[in-house]
C-alpha cells in the first residue's frame, strides 16, 4: 500500500511540476512576443498622423454599435460621449435592447428623435426591429437608435450589424469611455499590412476613481478600491502581455466586447455573434478565423496596445464574481463549440497553441489548482506531506506571479505611462506583493463556480451594479 | 552559497535532489529579476522626469529664437545668428543627437504651419546649420525607423538636394520608409512628383494613398489635369491611386479611361472608377454602363446605384427593373433612390402593382410594421 501511495505522489509531483513548467514557459514565452510587438507598435505609431486620417475624404466609414439595456442613468451621458468620437465618417448606432426602465424615452427627449422608415436587411438573424430613430438635429445627423424586443447582448449587436451603413463595425459597451482617438488608432491595421485586416482589439482599462468629465477621461488615477486595483493589475498583465504577445504570435483568440472593431463583411459572412454562448466576443472571433483559415484566405487579427477603452470594473465581490463566472462559462461554450481545432495543424497556431493555450491554462487551469490543493490535504490526513516540495513549489509560483506582475508594471510604465503619480507605482507594488493570497483564490474559486454552471447549464449573464464614474467637481 | 544553504537545508533532515534545487535557483532568479523591474520602473520615472524637464527648457529656447527669426525683422540668418548669439546654443545643443532630433522636429513641425518668406527662413537653419546632414545620413542607416525620420524630416524641410536619394527608397520592402519617401517626393519633386508610381512592385496601402493625398492637398504648385499615365499602369494598387485622384482632383480628361475601368477584374478598382466618374459629375457615361448590368458584379452594381443617386438620376424604367432584382440589396438601393423624388404613398402603389417576389414581399411588410409603429 505504501509503495501503490510512493509511487502515487512521484507522478503526481512530477505532473504538477510539468505543468508549472509548462505555464511558466508559455507566460515567459507571450512576454518575449509581447515586448517585440509592443517595440514595434511604437516605432510604426511614430509615422502616424492621426491628421491626415481625420481630414481625409479617403478615410473608411466606421458604425459604432452600442447596445444598451436598462442603462436610463447614464445613457444621455454615454451617447454624447461616443458622438464626441474624433472620427470623419462615423455613425453611432445605439441599439435599445427591450429595456424595462426609461432608456429610450431619455434619447429620444435627449437628441430630439423621430421614426425613420429605414428598410433593414436582415442578413444575420436578429430579434425584429420596432423602429429606427434618427434626430431631427442636424448635429446629430450620424446617430441612430434602434428601438427592438429584448434578446441579449449578441442579438443586440446582430441587428446593429444588419442596420450599420459602413465597411466597418466597431462594437463597444455604452458605459465604456473611449478616448478621442479610439477609432483613429483602431482603423489604421485596416488601413495597411500586407494581408487584410478582419479585426482589432483593443486595450481595456480601469476607469474607477478616475476623473470623467463630459464623458472624456481628464486623470488617470489608481482605484482607491482594492478590489478594483487588483483588477488593474489582472488588466495590465492579460492585455499588454497576453494578447500583444498572442496578437504577435497571430493567436489572438479573443477581442474584448468591450471595444473591437471588425470587417463588416467578414463578420456577417461568418454569421455574426452567436445568441446561444455569454462569450459571444470570444466565439465570434474565432468563428471569424476559422471562415478564412477554412476558406484559404490570408488575414491577419491587430492588438492595439494603446489604452484607449475606460470601463468601471466591479467594486465588490459579488458582482465580480459573476463576472468571472460568466467569462468562464463563455471560455468553455467557445471551446467546446470550436473542438475541432483541439491540436489540429490546419488551423496552425491557433490549433497548435492558442486553443490549447486556453484549454489548460484558462479552463482547466482552477480546476489543475483546486486538485493540487486537494492533493495536499489528502497526504496531509495521511501523514505523508511532502513539505519541502509543496513549500518550495508555492515559493516558485509566487516568485513567478511578483515577476509576471512586476514586468507588466514595468511594460505599462515604458510604453503608455498612464498611472503618472509616484505613489500609484509603490501601490501598484502593494498589490502586486498580496494579490497571489487575497485575490487569486477568489478567481480560482470563481472559475470553479463558473465551471459547475456550466454543467448546470446556466445561460445567464448576472447582474452588473455599477456605482457610476468620478465626475469632476464643478467649481 | 549553495553549501551554506544545502548544509542549512539538510538540518531539517531531508534530501536536497537536483530538482529541488533548480526550483530554489528559478526562485530566487524570479524574485531578483521582479525587484530589478521594479527599481528600473522607479528609474524610468526620475528619467522621464529628467527629459520631459530638459525638453522644456530646450523647446522655451528654441522658440524664443525662432520667433526672433520669424518676426524680428532681422534681414538675413546671418544677421539673426550673430545678434542672438546662435553659435552658443548649438555649440551647447545641437551637438547631441538628442537635440538635433528635436530641434529638427521643432522646425519642421513649425514649418508646416507657415508659408511663404516664414517658411523658407525656417528651411534656411536647417540648411545652413548642417542639420540636413545628419537626416541624409539617416537614409544610409540600416533601420527602418531612422530611414523613415530622416525622409521625413528632408521633406518638411524641402531639401530638394536630397530628390535622387530618397527616389531610391520610393519602392523600400518596409512601408513605412516607402510611404514617407513617397510623401517627400510629392513634396519636393517639381518635375515628375509621380514619377515613383512607373516603377512601383510594392503595394500602395490605403494608408499611404490618405497621406500621398494629404501631400497632393498641401503641395498648392501642384498641377493636377490628368492621371492618364497610371491608369494604364499594370500595378493594380497604382491603378487604383490613379482612379481615386482622378476624381478627387477633377481630372475630367479621364473619364473614358475610367469607364474602361468599371469592367476591371478588380472589384476595388472598378468601385474607385465609379465614384470618381460621380466626382466628375459623369451621369451620361455611368447611365451608358446601366446596359452591361449583368456583366457587373453585386457590389459593382450597388456601387452604381449609389453613384447614380447622387447624381440625382430618374429614370423610373430603370428604378422599376431593379425593384424587381433577387438581390434584397438592390431592390433597397433602388426603393432609397425612388424616395428622393417619390413619397412613400407612391412607392406603395408601384411596389402594389409589380409582380410579387420575396424581395418586395420582405420590403412591404417592413413598410406595413413601420406604419404600425409610427401610429402605436
Given at each position: 500500500m505504501k509503495d501503490i501511495l510512493n509511487h502515487f505522489t512521484w507522478f503526481f509531483d512530477g505532473a504538477i511540476l510539468f505543468y508549472v513548467i509548462l505555464i511558466i514557459a508559455s507566460y515567459l514565452l507571450l512576454a518575449y512576443y509581447s515586448a517585440k510587438a509592443l517595440i514595434e507598435y511604437l516605432r510604426v505609431s511614430k509615422?502616424?498622423?492621426?491628421h491626415e486620417l481625420m481630414a481625409s475624404p479617403l478615410s473608411p466609414s466606421v458604425s459604432l454599435i452600442a447596445p444598451a439595456y436598462n442603462?436610463?442613468?447614464?445613457i444621455v451621458e454615454n451617447v454624447r460621449s461616443l458622438l464626441a468620437i474624433?472620427?470623419?465618417?462615423l455613425e453611432v448606432i445605439v441599439v435599445n435592447?427591450?429595456?424595462?426602465?426609461e432608456t429610450l424615452q431619455l434619447l429620444i427627449d435627449a437628441y430630439a428623435l423621430v421614426p425613420s422608415n429605414e428598410l433593414v436587411h436582415y442578413q444575420i438573424k436578429a430579434k425584429e426591429i420596432k423602429t429606427i430613430y434618427k434626430s431631427t438635429k442636424p448635429v446629430y445627423e450620424n446617430l441612430r437608435v434602434i428601438d427592438k424586443a429584448n434578446g441579449g447582448k449578441a442579438d443586440a449587436l446582430n441587428c446593429g450589424l444588419n442596420v450599420a451603413s459602413s465597411e466597418y463595425i466597431a462594437c463597444i459597451d455604452v458605459d465604456c469611455v473611449l478616448a478621442q482617438d479610439a477609432i483613429i488608432k483602431m482603423i489604421q491595421p485596416f488601413l495597411s499590412g500586407s494581408s487584410p485586416c478582419i479585426a482589432t482589439g483593443g486595450v481595456i482599462r480601469i476607469a474607477n476613481s478616475c476623473i470623467i468629465e463630459d464623458g472624456r477621461l481628464i486623470d488617470v488615477i489608481l482605484p482607491d478600491n482594492f478590489l478594483a486595483r487588483f483588477q488593474v493589475l489582472e488588466y495590465i498583465r492579460a492585455f499588454l502581455m497576453g494578447r500583444m504577445g498572442w496578437s504577435k504570435a497571430d493567436g489572438l483568440l479573443l477581442i474584448s466586447g468591450a471595444f473591437g472593431i471588425f470587417n463588416k463583411e467578414i463578420a456577417i459572412k461568418a454569421g455574426?455573434?452567436?445568441?446561444?454562448?455569454?462569450g459571444e466576443d470570444m466565439e465570434l472571433i474565432v468563428r471569424m478565423r476559422r471562415y478564412m483559415i477554412e476558406r484559404n484566405q490570408k488575414y491577419r487579427v491587430e492588438f492595439i496596445p494603446d489604452p484607449l477603452c475606460w470601463t468601471e470594473a466591479p467594486s465588490t465581490y459579488k458582482v465580480l464574481g459573476r463576472q468571472r463566472n460568466r467569462w468562464m462559462r463563455g471560455t468553455i461554450e467557445t471551446l467546446l463549440q470550436h473542438k475541432?481545432?483541439?491540436?489540429?495543424?490546419?488551423?496552425?497556431v491557433l490549433g497548435m497553441l492558442s486553443y490549447p493555450y486556453w484549454l489548460f491554462f484558462e479552463w482547466l487551469a482552477p480546476i489543475i489548482e483546486i486538485v493540487g490543493l486537494l492533493y495536499f490535504l489528502i497526504l496531509l490526513l495521511l501523514g505523508q506531506p511532502n513539505y519541502i516540495f509543496s513549500l518550495s513549489l508555492f515559493a516558485l509560483v509566487y516568485a513567478f506571479a511578483m515577476f509576471m506582475s512586476t514586468l507588466a508594471i514595468l511594460f505599462d510604465e515604458l510604453t503608455?505611462?498612464?498611472?503618472?503619480?509616484?505613489?500609484d507605482i509603490f501601490k501598484l507594488l502593494l498589490v502586486a506583493l498580496i494579490e497571489p493570497f487575497i485575490h487569486h483564490p477568489m478567481v480560482v474559486r470563481w472559475g470553479i463556480q463558473g465551471n459547475i454552471d456550466f454543467l448546470k447549464g446556466k445561460k445567464s449573464w448576472g447582474d452588473m451594479t455599477r456605482t457610476g464614474f468620478t465626475k469632476k467637481e464643478k467649481k | 552559497m549553495r553549501i551554506y544553504i544545502e548544509d542549512w537545508v539538510r538540518s531539517f533532515d531531508f534530501e536536497v535532489t537536483e530538482g529541488l534545487w533548480l526550483v530554489w535557483l528559478s526562485s530566487i532568479i524570479l524574485l531578483f529579476l521582479a525587484i530589478c523591474f521594479f527599481v528600473a520602473v522607479v528609474i524610468s520615472r526620475y528619467r522621464k522626469d529628467y527629459i520631459s524637464r530638459w525638453e522644456l527648457d530646450f523647446n522655451q529656447k528654441v522658440e524664443a529664437l525662432l520667433l526672433e527669426l520669424i518676426?524680428?525683422?532681422?534681414?538675413s540668418y546671418e544677421a539673426w545668428k550673430s545678434a542672438l548669439s546662435f553659435d552658443k546654443f548649438e555649440k551647447k545643443y545641437l551637438q547631441k543627437a538628442r537635440g538635433q532630433k528635436l530641434f529638427i522636429q521643432i522646425i519642421a513641425t513649425l514649418r508646416s504651419r507657415l508659408n511663404g518668406e516664414d517658411a523658407t527662413r525656417l528651411a534656411e537653419v536647417y540648411r545652413k546649420t548642417g542639420l540636413y546632414k545628419t537626416s541624409l545620413a539617416s537614409l544610409d542607416n540600416t533601420s527602418w525607423q531612422a530611414k523613415a525620420a530622416g525622409i521625413r524630416e528632408l521633406g518638411a524641410l524641402n531639401y530638394v538636394e536630397a530628390v535622387p536619394a530618397i527616389t531610391l527608397l520610393s519602392?523600400?520592402?518596409h512601408e513605412a520608409v516607402r510611404s514617407m519617401a513617397q510623401v517627400a517626393l510629392i513634396q519636393?519633386?517639381?518635375?515628375?512628383?509621380?514619377?515613383?508610381?512607373?516603377?512601383?512592385q510594392n503595394p500602395i496601402s490605403k494608408s499611404t494613398m490618405i497621406r500621398l493625398h494629404g501631400a497632393m492637398l498641401q503641395k498648392t504648385s501642384l498641377e493636377l489635369t490628368t492621371f492618364a499615365r497610371w491608369l494604364k499602369s499594370s500595378h493594380p494598387d497604382v491603378v487604383l491611386f490613379a482612379a481615386t485622384m482622378s476624381g478627387l482632383f477633377n481630372a475630367a480628361e479621364d473619364a473614358q479611361l475610367l469607364a474602361q475601368l468599371i469592367?476591371?477584374?478588380q472589384v476595388r478598382i472598378a468601385k474607385a472608377a465609379i465614384v470618381s466618374l460621380e466626382q466628375l459629375g459623369a451621369q451620361e457615361t455611368l447611365t451608358k454602363e446601366i446596359s452591361k448590368w449583368?456583366?457587373?458584379?453585386l457590389e459593382i452594381q450597388l456601387q452604381l446605384i449609389q453613384s447614380l443617386r447622387n447624381l440625382d438620376f430618374r429614370d423610373e424604367e430603370m428604378i422599376l427593373r431593379w425593384l424587381q432584382s433577387d438581390f434584397f440589396e438592390i431592390v433597397k438601393a433602388a426603393i432609397e433612390l425612388y424616395t428622393d423624388f417619390k413619397d412613400l404613398d407612391s412607392i406603395r402603389t408601384t411596389l402594389n402593382n409589380l409582380p410579387p417576389h420575396d424581395n418586395l414581399i420582405e420590403i412591404k411588410n417592413q413598410y406595413a410594421h413601420f406604419e404600425r409603429m409610427h401610429l402605436s
Open positions: 509615422f502616424i498622423n492621426p442603462e436610463a442613468n447614464t474624433q472620427y470623419p465618417h435592447d427591450g429595456s424595462k426602465d455574426g455573434y452567436d445568441h446561444n454562448t455569454v475541432v481545432m483541439f491540436f489540429n495543424p490546419k488551423y496552425k503608455f505611462h498612464q498611472y503618472k503619480r509616484k505613489r | 518676426y524680428g525683422g532681422y534681414l519602392d523600400y520592402p519636393l519633386d517639381d518635375s515628375d512628383p509621380f514619377g515613383f508610381l512607373d516603377a512601383l469592367k476591371h477584374e449583368n456583366d457587373f458584379p
